[in-house]
């Protein structure tokens, strides 16, 4: 009797070291992307409120700002309609630009799409922005290669 109640010790005693070191493991391969994740947004989220005015409308029309000039190819986006966007930034070196977008009126998220540079050395690349249950709405956010950054808007109408 004693053996089998050792032994039954010796297992109930297993069963939460097994269970914490499953829980460290899946903790361990998820976190630093959820840390990333949080970091990304908080920066977002966090950055101080900019006046309306400094924000670069983007339209047909170049929109010119700490020496870039970004047009798209349309005034007013529509939603899940491909938008294309063109960046003239003669300064910038870097091979790919990342523009970051958040609804104003409404939290759709954040949205990311990269701006690829061209032989030209100019910068071009899609944007497809979410559907909204509202007619119009604004995204603001930024164009940025990480070390510098232009504050853009784009209005998005059904």
Request: aromatic share 6%; with cysteine.
């Amino acid at each position: 009797m004693t053996v089998i109640s050792t032994q039954t010790k010796k297992s109930t005693l297993r069963w939460p070291y097994l269970l914490l070191t499953v829980l460290a493991l899946i903790a361990g391969f998820y976190l630093p992307s959820l840390l990333q994740n949080l970091k990304t947004q908080a920066d977002l989220t966090n950055a101080p409120p900019l006046k309306s005015s400094q924000y670069c409308a983007l339209s047909t029309q170049a929109c010119k700002q700490d020496g870039a000039a970004i047009t798209l190819d349309t005034d007013i986006a529509r939603p899940l309609t491909e938008t294309r966007i063109h960046v003239d930034w003669p300064e910038q070196t870097s091979d790919k630009l990342m523009l970051t977008l958040r609804g104003l009126e409404m939290d759709l998220g954040i949205v990311k799409f990269p701006i690829i540079k061209q032989s030209d050395g100019s910068y071009s690349g899609s944007i497809v922005l979410p559907i909204c249950t509202d007619a119009k709405m604004t995204w603001i956010g930024s164009l940025t290669d990480n070390h510098q950054t232009v504050y853009t808007s784009i209005r998005m109408e059904k």
